[in-house]
Nanobody, 123 residues
């Protein structure tokens, strides 16, 4: 599965950008799709995940209530709607995929990764 993230850029605090992750290949083999982020000098951290049907989602506490993950399997695309952005949300955002039925927040458990899209939040 190949993943291509897009939608990042420079955003003012309080802004609401929407990231997209276009998947190609055997997308059905990646039941769980997630978003991670990595700020400068920090480790990659989990943001959100969604199952194949889109009926179940999982969020990091730091983004719960502000970010929404969704997917359109017909388009092979996963989205991350980000609202009420804060400067601490500045990071490179990566989409990732894994098989199985269980949500996971550890990056090493995902085996398909996109190249990342940078989001910079100005105060």
């Amino acid at each position: 599965v190949q993943l291509q993230a897009s939608g990042g850029g420079l955003v003012q605090a309080g802004g609401s950008p929407k990231l997209s992750c276009a998947a190609s290949g055997r997308t059905s083999s990646r039941n769980i799709m997630g978003w991670f982020r990595q700020a400068p000098g920090k480790e990659r951290e989990f943001v959100a995940a969604i199952n194949w049907s889109g009926g179940s989602t999982y969020y990091a506490d730091s983004v719960k209530g502000r970010f929404t993950i969704s997917r359109d399997n017909a388009k092979g695309t996963v989205y991350l709607q980000m609202n009420s952005l804060k400067p601490e949300d500045t990071a490179v955002y990566y989409c990732a995929g894994r098989g199985g039925l269980v949500f996971a927040s550890t990056p090493s458990t995902y085996d398909s990764w996109g190249q990342g899209t940078e989001v910079t939040v100005s105060s």
